[in-house]
């Protein structure tokens, strides 16, 4: 059986003018059916180009990409914007939320592009912020505008949770909690996480790791010896 994500020899090049950037060359990996998977690499290394080709975002210029045994490489446009709508949910450094629109709002407006939403009220409560639903994002500290954000991708019922740097605005315990936040989805449903990062300690809290270098794969890691959240240090 082939594995849930799969990166077969995943080639991009971004054309600016006469000069080819290779941002990934022969890029390879799978990962598994409800994985915390951390891609690691140094600023540079392709790291976001990889989350976009599989968000499907941008396409690839050479290669295979799947999810679920579905070609995501394959698809067109609509279909590229149905995936997006349906099959992912996206959390990013800078929460990108409605600042109009109350917590619950903003959950709510997402779950409406969706074939199958969780309920927007019942995902808020399971991130922590049952009582803070009414308010707006102005009103919200920086981790629980964030909080909003991976409630906003989860009431998606996404098949992937697709995080870049989301700890990066956030301050050293907040970005903790998170992490833990995150964490404990990815273990009480099942969802399979990939986290996007340039740093290192993450590392350690996840169950597969892919350290990018260069527009490839350097190694990739089964982690045996998984860490609390609350254990790691950076
Ligand atoms: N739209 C683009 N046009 C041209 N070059 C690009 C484009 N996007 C990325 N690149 C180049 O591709 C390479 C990989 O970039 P990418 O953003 O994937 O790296 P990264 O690992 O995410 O880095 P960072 O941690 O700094 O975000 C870099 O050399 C970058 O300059």
Not at 38 to 43: D, L, N, P, Q, R
Not at 126 to 131: A, H, M, N
Not at 161 to 176: Q, R, S
Not at 206 to 211: E, K, N, Q
Request: charged share 25%; with cysteine.
């Amino acid at each position: 059986m082939s594995a849930y994500v799969e990166f077969k020899d995943v080639k991009k090049i971004y054309k600016t003018g006469e000069v080819e950037i290779h941002a990934l060359r022969d890029v390879n990996f799978e990962i598994e059916k409800g994985e915390f998977c951390v891609i690691v690499g140094a600023s540079g290394a392709g790291k976001t180009t990889i989350l976009n080709i599989l968000g499907g975002m941008d396409t690839l210029s050479g290669g295979s990409v799947y999810l679920d045994g579905k070609e995501i490489s394959g698809l067109n446009k609509r279909q590229l914007t149905a995936y997006r709508r349906y099959d992912v949910g996206f959390v990013f450094q800078f929460y990108n939320l409605v600042q109009n629109l109350t917590a619950l709002e903003n959950v709510e407006l997402a779950a409406q592009i969706c074939k199958d939403p969780l309920d927007a009220a019942t995902v808020l409560k399971q991130v922590g912020l049952e009582d803070r639903m009414a308010n707006f994002p102005a009103q919200l500290s920086g981790g629980e505008q964030q909080r909003v954000a991976i409630a906003r991708a989860l009431a998606k019922n996404p098949k992937l949770l697709l995080c870049d740097e989301p700890t990066g605005a956030l301050d050293y315990n907040t970005g903790k909690s998170v992490l833990k936040l995150l964490q404990d989805t990815c273990r009480n449903t099942g969802t399979t996480v990939i986290v996007i990062t340039h740093n290192q300690a993450l590392t350690a809290m996840a169950d597969r790791v892919i350290t990018v270098k260069s527009g490839t794969v350097e190694k990739v890691v089964l982690n045996d010896n998984i860490k609390n959240v609350e254990d790691l240090e950076w």
